[in-house]
T-cell receptor, first 115, second 116 residues
Framework: DQQVKQNSPSLSVQEGRISILNCDYT??????FLWYKKYPAEGPTFLISISSIKDKNEDGRFTVFLNKSAKHLSLHIVPSQPGDSAVYFCAASAHGGTSYGKLTFGQGTILTVHP | NAGVTQTPKFQVLKTGQSMTLQCAQD?????MSWYRQDPGMGLRLIHY???????DQGEVPNGYNVSRSTTEDFPLRLLSAAPSQTSVYFC???????????????FGEGSWLTVV
């Protein structure tokens, strides 16, 4: 049973436009959420995170929104750049933010930004 | 991905063979873990360790063994390889048990394993 779901396997956007990647979760115990970016033949790298006590976190071009009632979060990239083309993973942690390195990941969304 | 080193990067095994995927980190991180990535499944936790001498099972531990004799190393052993273990394996480490903006989990570059 997939507790973290990214229902869009892929997303294609034009350079300069907004990219919106979505993630849904089912486990009410999740209280910390992260987004990872992965290029081919590399490991995932941390992008941005949000605690369940917040509904928005912003870092430069990247903003994550959390809707706890809907168990939904989204990653906005504005403006999108060709270098943003990668696989994006949503991940979640329970235990009050104490994960001991354990995360539950979604399936990933392939983002392609066209020049 | 500097700091977490995985070897080998590519490996082909025959069914029934055993092998060890090596993982080493030079950041003095207490917390280390192994994930596998399969198409349509995301990354799934195999085993994790909260320090030298302490390991525990993750979501998909069957067919794998781990040990943590030093802080730096966390090898993953496949006891008797099966085609279902064909996957990309990622080792990760972090310095704190807390998942917060100040503590990121660092991943290695991955090990591609094919079992025929």
């Amino acid at each position: 049973d997939q507790q973290v779901k990214q229902n869009s396997p892929s997303l294609s956007v034009q350079e300069g436009r907004i990219s919106i990647l979505n993630c849904d979760y089912t486990n009410s115990m999740f209280d910390y959420f992260l987004w990872y970016k992965k290029y081919p033949a590399e490991g995932p790298t941390f992008l941005i995170s949000i605690s369940s006590i917040k509904d928005k976190n912003e870092d430069g071009r990247f903003t994550v929104f959390l809707n706890k009632s809907a168990k939904h979060l989204s990653l906005h990239i504005v403006p999108s750049q060709p270098g943003d083309s990668a696989v994006y993973f949503c991940a979640a942690s329970a235990h009050g933010g104490t994960s001991y390195g354990k995360l539950t990941f979604g399936q990933g969304t392939i983002l392609t930004v066209h020049p | 991905n500097a700091g977490v080193t995985q070897t080998p990067k590519f490996q082909v095994l025959k069914t029934g063979q055993s092998m060890t995927l090596q993982c080493a980190q030079d950041m003095n991180h207490e917390y280390m873990s192994w994930y596998r990535q399969d198409p349509g499944m995301g990354l799934r936790l195999i085993h994790y360790s909260v320090g030298a001498g302490i390991t525990d099972q993750g979501e998909v531990p069957n067919g794998y063994n781990v040990s943590r004799s030093t802080t730096e190393d966390f090898p993953l052993r496949l006891l008797s390889a099966a085609p279902s273990q064909t996957s990309v394996y990622f080792c990760a480490s972090s310095y704190s048990p807390l998942v917060s903006s100040g503590n990121t989990i660092y991943f290695g570059e991955g090990s591609w394993l094919t079992v025929v």
